[in-house]
């Protein structure tokens, strides 16, 4: 009999019950769907992670100020405040740097005109759109001469500019008091949206770093130091560099610790993927489990089949079935079931992907070669778990079935 | 042998051993010839042997000894599949309960041997649907077989059963399960099939009026044929 016979006539059986069929899909079904929308989201959420890597800047390595102890009371991490303008411009002689700019950050009132808000204000280099990888919307950016002037002017993020210039208008050449100090507004950037851990990033004003020290903080030192490697394969090899160079300026004594640390984004990353890596193979043993169940669920009800038509196998024998016909067409019936359950397993775990990424608004997305697997893999329990029902049918004695009741 | 000769079984013996159980001899030495275009009707009482015989001439089963010839081949020692290719392409069966597959429609039963024989569709469904019609049931080709009496049941399985043009058709008691006037029917025109196409006819039935139709009545007793005869009055 040609493949499409078969399929038709394993249809055929599979349609005179349609209730039972579907019920013996049901664990295929729910496996299926499962997987897909266990991958989707693992896929997801790997997708969110990266992006939120690569939003925060390429090749990112953060220094941070380490832990003092005074008076035997540990401070936690970047209490200490150790890091100088001075440490960056040395840390950007570091072969494999590609920028460096310093941090310095504040929550200060901003006012303009008659509107005030409650704000971010951070002051950086002029390498600090490249770092972060951002882009200007408007204006033009801080210049290496407004950094070496001390010059008191600023660019706004997009939820600054709603707050403070809620009619629409242009907000560069307007003047900004941040803590009373006047900044004028030469450049616009543009909107980036929530960090990783939901921070508006758009809630902030830009000014040179030595403007934020000098007039706002007036501190010597600075929050953090931002570097950019020139590759992501660069980024450990850096990372060492720039360690060795800090101890030394910090003067740091073998044995003791270091009073900084630098960080490096793509850990971050790869203990998030990680992560999300386990959670995903704990979920897809899951799924797996139940589609053994579903297996196991098909071969019961093939078994109740065999059994019930068992004159009817006796029948197909006497009219002159060969028993690999008769193995066929059982067998074909588990494929199709198990099949068909896992295609209706792929329609309603996309559907269940859609439906979660319209709800949470996360990232997710169904890989194609997902979808080929889980239908391959639901094909292979319908074999697998199709076999010895299909077996026991294609070596019934002709007489015996015939004469079953 | 001659070719007109289309069942030759020499010395048939059939032994059934179960552990446990004592040793039962179905068959005893059984030697009959049935050549083309005869209506053999076998008679027996129950245990007789007679439907241990038909399964061995059916090659459903095989027998522990002796030979039997199927139009001058010897198929006494065939492995399954090619008893189920000859019992595809040369025989043809009817049961007394028709089985028909339930749930398919009568066509689709009637189609089932040519499946097997590999026919392509367009031809199945043809010959399908003149078989039907030779046995009066053409109108019912797209039934299913709960909405059919039990008389167009059974007309139905004789198309079936000759839908493959066999040599020799089986007929296991296929009155058994029908009214007077439906068993009178069916045997008719098995009848008509012998008188008119040659039919070879290999008929088991317990009713002595349904035997009649028979041209000739063999009766077996404790596994060995008793009488071998030709019917003397055919009941029309």
Redesign the interface.
């Known amino acids: 009999?040609s493949l499409f016979?078969v399929v038709n006539?394993a249809l055929?059986a599979l349609l005179?019950n349609v209730s039972r069929s579907l019920l013996t899909m049901l664990g295929i079904i729910i496996g299926v769907s499962a997987v897909i929308i266990t991958i989707a989201i693992g896929v997801g959420a790997q997708n969110f992670v990266q992006q939120q890597i690569t939003g925060l800047g390429s090749n990112l390595l953060v220094i941070v100020p380490g832990s003092v102890t005074q008076v035997g009371v540990r401070t936690g991490a970047g209490g200490a405040s150790t890091l100088t303008p001075a440490d960056g411009l040395s840390v950007a002689s570091v072969p494999g740097v590609a920028a460096v700019s310093p941090i310095v950050s504040l929550h200060t009132q901003v006012i303009a005109g008659g509107n005030n808000w409650q704000t971010t204000v951070t002051g950086v280099a002029p390498t600090f759109t490249f770092i972060r990888a951002w882009s200007l919307e408007r204006g033009s950016f801080l210049s290496q001469s407004d950094t070496n002037a001390i010059a008191k002017v600023c660019v706004l993020g997009q939820t600054v500019i709603s707050n403070l210039f809620p009619d629409g208008n242009s907000p560069i050449g307007k003047t900004v008091l941040i803590t009373n100090v006047p900044f004028t507004v030469i450049g616009t950037l543009s909107a980036k949206g929530q960090s990783g851990i939901g921070q508006d990033q758009d809630d902030t004003v830009l000014i040179p770093y030595t403007s934020a020290m000098e007039r706002l903080t007036g501190l010597t030192t600075v929050n953090i130091i931002l570097v950019s490697a020139l590759t992501a394969d660069d980024v450990p090899v850096v990372q060492n560099r720039i360690t060795n160079i800090l101890k030394q300026r910090h003067r740091i004594v073998l044995g003791s610790s270091n009073d900084f640390n630098v960080r490096n984004l793509q850990d971050i990353a790869q203990t998030a993927a990680a992560t999300t890596g386990a959670l995903q193979a704990l979920l897809a043993g899951v799924a797996a489990v139940s589609l053994i169940v579903g297996g196991i669920g098909i071969m019961n009800i093939m078994l109740v089949s065999v059994t019930e038509r068992t004159?009817?196998i006796g029948?197909?024998?006497?009219?002159?079935?060969?028993?690999?016909?008769i193995l066929e067409q059982f067998l074909t019936e588990s494929i199709v079931l198990s099949v068909l359950g896992g295609i209706i397993g792929v329609l309603i775990g996309v559907i269940g992907v859609i439906a979660i990424a319209l709800i949470t608004g996360w990232p997710v997305a169904v890989p194609p070669q997902a979808v080929v697997l889980a239908v391959a893999f639901s094909a292979a329990v319908g074999i697998f778990f199709g076999y010895y029902p299909a077996r026991k049918a294609a070596h019934l004695n002709?007489?015996d079935a015939?004469h079953a009741e | 042998m001659s070719d007109s000769v289309i069942v030759s079984v020499k010395n048939l013996t059939k032994i059934y051993e179960t552990e446990g159980a004592p040793r039962v001899t179905a068959l005893n030495g059984v030697s009959i010839n049935i050549s083309l275009g005869e209506f053999v009707a076998v008679m027996g009482p129950s245990g007789s042997g007679k439907s241990t015989f038909m399964n061995i001439v059916g090659l459903l089963d095989q027998a522990t000894s002796g030979e039997y010839w199927l139009e001058g081949k010897n198929v006494s020692r065939l492995n399954a599949d090619e008893r189920a290719d000859l019992r595809c392409q040369r025989l043809g069966f009817i049961f007394q309960a028709y089985n028909l597959l339930a749930r398919t429609s009568a066509i689709e039963n009637v189609e089932l041997p040519m499946l097997y024989a590999r026919v392509g569709a367009v031809e199945r469904r043809r010959a399908a649907q003149a078989a039907l019609e030779q046995m009066g049931v053409g109108d019912q080709a797209q039934k299913l077989p709960n909405q059919l009496s039990g008389g167009q049941q059974q007309r139905i399985a004789i198309a079936r059963a000759l839908v493959n043009s066999p040599s020799l058709v089986l007929a296991d008691e296929p009155t058994g399960a029908l009214d007077s006037k439906n068993s009178h029917d069916v045997m008719q025109r098995f009848r008509a099939l012998n008188d008119e196409r040659g039919l070879t006819v290999l008929l088991v039935t317990h009713d002595p009026s349904m035997a009649l139709y028979a041209k000739r009545i063999v009766r077996f007793e404790d596994g060995q044929v008793i009488s071998d005869a030709p019917t003397t009055g055919v009941s029309a």
């Open positions: 009999m016979a006539l055929h005179r004159r009817e029948l197909r024998m006497s009219l002159g079935a060969r028993s690999q016909v002709p007489i015939l």
